[in-house]
């Protein structure tokens, strides 16, 4: 149950976002046991962003899962969604961020796993 939201201060047209989206489907596969066919995606883009006192283009992605994961499949996937951001949006690795939350309690489907 893995969820990425992207927030950038940059625009994202449709054919990124969908590029975007089905790069993430396939990196998400980095953490074991988590597959596209739970991912929840979510985009916000032009957002009004500063960051190292700039409004140069900046995002970041908020990963969270459903359960834990080890340092070298977050680190994996850190370098991996940092690469999609710099291809797709042509922003600098040093202006993005990748936050991540290991949730214990997930609601689905009108109850909690």
Same mark, same amino acid.
């Given at each position: 149950m893995p969820y990425i939201a992207t927030t950038t201060n940059v625009s994202i047209s !449709?054919? /990124?976002k969908e590029s975007i989206k089905e790069r993430m489907?396939?990196?998400?596969? %980095?953490?074991p !046991? /988590?597959?596209?066919?739970? @991912?929840? @995606?979510?985009?916000?883009?032009?957002?009004?962003?500063?960051? /190292? !006192?700039?409004?140069?283009?900046?995002?970041?992605m908020q990963v969270k899962l459903f359960g834990t994961a080890d340092e070298d499949a977050y680190a994996n996937l850190t370098e991996t969604l940092t690469d999609i951001i710099r291809?797709? %949006?042509?922003?600098?690795?040093?202006?993005?961020?990748v936050a991540y939350e290991e949730i214990n309690t997930w609601g689905w489907n009108g109850g909690n796993l």
């Open positions: !449709g054919r /990124k489907g396939e990196a998400i596969e %980095l953490i !046991g /988590k597959t596209e066919s739970w @991912l929840m @995606l979510s985009f916000r883009d032009n957002v009004h962003m500063y960051f /190292k !006192g700039d409004d140069e283009p900046c995002a970041i291809e797709e %949006l042509d922003i600098d690795p040093d202006r993005i961020y």
